[in-house]
T-cell receptor, first 115, second 112 residues
Framework: GAGVSQSPSNKVTEKGKDVELRCDPI?????LYWYRQRLGQGLEFLIY????????KSGLPSDRFSAERTGESVSTLTIQRTQQEDSAVYLC?????????????FGEGSRLTVL | RKEVEQDPGPFNVPEGATVAFNCTYS??????FFWYRQDCRKEPKLLMS???SGNEDGRFTAQLNRASQYISLLIRDSKLSDSATYLC?????????????FGTGTRLKVLA
């Protein structure tokens, strides 16, 4: 497809389980971002990839969160031992080579509910 | 202090009204500025970039004041379809890269 694709669109899991969220950016977009949005809240920056490297991981809330990107394409965000406070929509965005001024294109998000 | 601050609203305005939102940012080295629109339970989408000289796109006007570190968005002749959350976004250099920082958004409801 032409846009940013995320999967799963909805995930319900039990506390303590691991989850993996996937993002497929727009072809040719080397910059990729993950954000978290809790209900009624703003977007919280998690991590930024330029190519396959992550120059900025400052937003990852704890060591239970990790992300990787391969082939300058697909990225996965992994949350280990999920907690109820991890419930949120996880949004992925991509843009042309990272730098000032590029438009961010967002996927529709993965809605995570931790019971 | 948050890096990007916005009044959360909600702003409830009648159709046809003019409404303005402001946003302030803390990092004077910020390079680029944007307004995004987010509809309920949808992903954000770019509304317009904000240029130093100010810019207009139809009923929407964006302005940047670097000295005071604020950005504004003016919507004229509001339509019901303008009801959404408006996100102020600032692109800021950090650790040799750039990071897009989002404000928490201002909710607008246009009433018939």
């Amino acid at each position: 497809g032409a846009g940013v694709s995320q999967s799963p669109s909805n995930k319900v899991t039990e506390k303590g389980k691991d989850v993996e969220l996937r993002c497929d950016p727009i072809s040719g977009h080397t910059a990729l971002y993950w954000y978290r949005q809790r209900l009624g809240q703003g977007l919280e920056f998690l991590i930024y990839f330029q190519g396959n490297s992550a120059p900025d991981k400052s937003g990852l809330p704890s060591d239970r969160f990790s992300a990787e990107r391969t082939g300058e394409s697909v990225s996965t965000l992994t949350i280990q031992r999920t907690q109820q406070e991890d419930s949120a929509v996880y949004l992925c965005a991509s843009s042309l080579p990272g730098g000032a001024g590029g438009e961010l294109f967002f996927g529709e998000g993965s809605r995570l509910t931790v019971l | 202090r948050k890096e990007v601050e916005q009044d959360p609203g909600p702003f409830n305005v009648p159709e046809g009204a003019t409404v303005a939102f402001n946003c302030t940012y803390s990092n004077s080295a910020s390079q680029s500025f944007f307004w995004y629109r987010q509809d309920c339970r949808k992903e954000p989408k770019l509304l317009m970039s904000v240029y130093s000289s100010g810019n207009e796109d139809g009923r929407f006007t964006a302005q940047l004041n670097r000295a005071s570190q604020y950005i504004s968005l003016l919507i004229r002749d509001s339509k019901l379809s303008d009801s959404a959350t408006y996100l102020c976004v600032v692109n800021t250099p950090t650790s040799g890269t750039y990071k897009y920082i989002f404000g928490t958004g201002t909710r607008l409801k246009v009433l018939a």
